[in-house]
C-alpha cells in the first residue's frame, strides 16, 4: 500500500523506535553514555556503576565525598540530566 505522502528515513526510524517503545530504551541509554559530560571528569572517574530503571537512575560511586556533594546537588543534577535527554526520563537519583 501506497502512502499519500513519503517520508524521510529519520522520521520512519522515529515511528519505528516509538512503535516498538524503543525511544525510552534509547534515550536512558544515551543519558548513561553522557553522564561524563553531565557531571565531569572527575565525578566520572569516581562513578563504578549507572543504570535506569523505573525512572530512578541508580549511581555507585567509590567516594563517599562525592557522593555527599552528589546529595546535595541531586534535584539540579536530576533537571540537567532531562534537560539534556529532552524528555523526563529520570524522576529521582539513588547514590550508593
Same mark, same amino acid.
Given at each position: 500500500m501506497?502512502?499519500?505522502?513519503?517520508?524521510?528515513?529519520?522520521?520512519?526510524?522515529?515511528d519505528y523506535?516509538?512503535?516498538?517503545?524503543?525511544?525510552?530504551?534509547?534515550k536512558e541509554t544515551g543519558i548513561i553514555n553522557s553522564w561524563e559530560d553531565i557531571?565531569? %571528569? &572527575?565525578? =566520572?572517574?569516581r562513578t563504578t556503576k549507572i543504570y535506569i530503571r523505573d525512572g530512578i537512575m541508580h549511581?555507585?560511586?567509590s567516594s563517599s565525598v562525592v557522593?555527599?556533594?552528589?546529595l546535595?546537588?541531586?534535584?539540579?543534577?536530576?533537571d540537567k540530566i532531562n534537560? %539534556? &535527554?529532552? =524528555?523526563?526520563i529520570v524522576k529521582d537519583i539513588v547514590l550508593r
Amino acid at each position: 500500500m501506497r502512502r499519500s505522502r513519503t517520508i524521510s528515513l529519520a522520521e520512519a526510524v522515529q515511528d519505528y523506535l516509538k512503535e516498538m517503545k524503543l525511544d525510552g530504551k534509547l534515550k536512558e541509554t544515551g543519558i548513561i553514555n553522557s553522564w561524563e559530560d553531565i557531571v565531569g %571528569k &572527575a565525578i =566520572a572517574s569516581r562513578t563504578t556503576k549507572i543504570y535506569i530503571r523505573d525512572g530512578i537512575m541508580h549511581v555507585k560511586l567509590s567516594s563517599s565525598v562525592v557522593r555527599n556533594e552528589l546529595l546535595m546537588l541531586r534535584r539540579s543534577l536530576v533537571d540537567k540530566i532531562n534537560e %539534556k &535527554a529532552g =524528555a523526563e526520563i529520570v524522576k529521582d537519583i539513588v547514590l550508593r
